[in-house]
């Protein structure tokens, strides 16, 4: 059932397992653990609609590179999923094998342990069964780049497609505007003793189960950890340490442009660097799309100005003379964008602030930073495709100078793709969660979604997530039977 908590307090003394946050993580955990007979309470911030009331406990402070935290987030039902675009491709083996330069270790399992949850995860975002990631067009010669595969999701909306199941799902508890405000740790046997939950007239009481997941997103999720006194007070974890850190986006490069040669169709091509550019360059991955524009495209926040300048500048032929102006490209140009990957690293994180939103939790900044590697990996990028694309005739690039020039600040956009604040690790002192979700230093305590990613490789997110979720699925069901047959 869904029940508005606002106006229905009605939870039960005890649940097996609490899920905080309704978004594609939450709601594929909580429906796969109530159909195997367990007794669940999903709780959802939001209501079944956008609310500025709900939107305004995401206001944070973005500092570094702009991340656009407003407007890459939605809080309500289904979360994000209410206005994803559904590009699906799934993380490779190598993502596992090859750890990311620098202290941190990569990935404590292999991609076997998630390869197996692929066909389900991929039924869940509606992709067809079966279906291959297909190739899209041909790759480069030299065998660093490969043509992309992906598959594109509907995209579904997880609160539309799933609303009967959420509703009908015998054992299953979901609760809309039920905010979790605290997480209360019981040091001395290391257990989550309950959450604590507010409506928006704040209206507060506890919320207990025995197992607890966290999936509310990357920057959440570590607000979550971070605002907790007990689990600071007990040491689970420090304000700067890993909860929070490693925060990693794919990074949107406006990378240059081109010019096709004479002959070549216009069709759009995506390429993305193969495992042999990866051990040559010790660089990371990313896709890279050529696209030539059928319409004006500008870049930036001044978007409004620049539209009125590129029209009449195009029109009148003199786009290049007010560069100095505002950057931008007319129909015809062609246009390199990327998806890459951004290497883990402790300067890039979400960071707890004094101040406090509306129901009393404190607001989180976050800090936005490229490491020197993530430099190379752009350059090397950049570089090796703008030779390959010309050694096979298909044009000429011309790269923008901050792709080779590291010391040139970035033009970059993110992709709202949210990563890495509570990584996956063998041990603690590499990451936050441990190989089953875990967070360590507790029993009871689990996250769900693209903050356990130890990197992020450049694939999205959501389906890899999703994999990861229904392995979630499965060791709690494991558990909560051990303990059961242990009881009896
Ligand atoms: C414009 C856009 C396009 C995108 N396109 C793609 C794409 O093509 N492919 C792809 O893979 N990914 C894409 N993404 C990313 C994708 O949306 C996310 O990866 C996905 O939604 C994350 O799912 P989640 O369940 O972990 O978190 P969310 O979807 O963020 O869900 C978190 C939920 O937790 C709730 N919540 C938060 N705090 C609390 C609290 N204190 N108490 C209770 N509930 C709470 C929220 O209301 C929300 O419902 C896109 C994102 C954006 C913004």
Known sequence: MIKDYQAQKALRDSYDVCIVGAGPAGITLALQLAQAGWQVVLIEGGGHEYTSDSQALYECSSTGIDMFPHETRLRYLGGTSNHWAGRCRPFEASDFAVPPPGDLPGWPIDYAQIERYLPAAMAIVDLPQGADFKAINVGLNGGEFDADRFLLSPPTRFAQKYATALEQTPGLDVFINCNCVDLQFDDASGHL???????????????????????????ENARQLLNSESLLDAGVISKDGLVGGCFMEHLNIDMGTFILSRGQNTETRQYFTSDAFVAE??????NVLA??????RTYGRTAQVK????????????????EFIAKFSCPGDGVLSTLIEQFPSLQSRVSLLDEKDALGVAKVNVHWALSAGDRHTIKCIGSELAKQFAAMGLGFVKLNDFVYDTEVPLKMAPHAHHMGTTRMAALAEHGVVDPDCKVFGTENLYVAGSSIFATGGASNPTMPLLQFALRLADHLNDKMKAANSQAV
């Open 193 to 219: 003793k309950h959450v604590v939950v507010s409506d928006y007239d704040l209206n507060r009481e506890p919320l207990h189960a025995s197992h607890f997941v966290l999936a509310t997103g990357a920057i």
């Open 281 to 286: 360059y010790q660089a990371g991955k990313g």
């Open 291 to 296: 696209e030539v524009l059928s319409d004006v």
């Open 307 to 322: 539209n009125f300048l590129e029209n009449l500048a195009c029109e009148m032929g003199v786009a290049s003379k007010i």
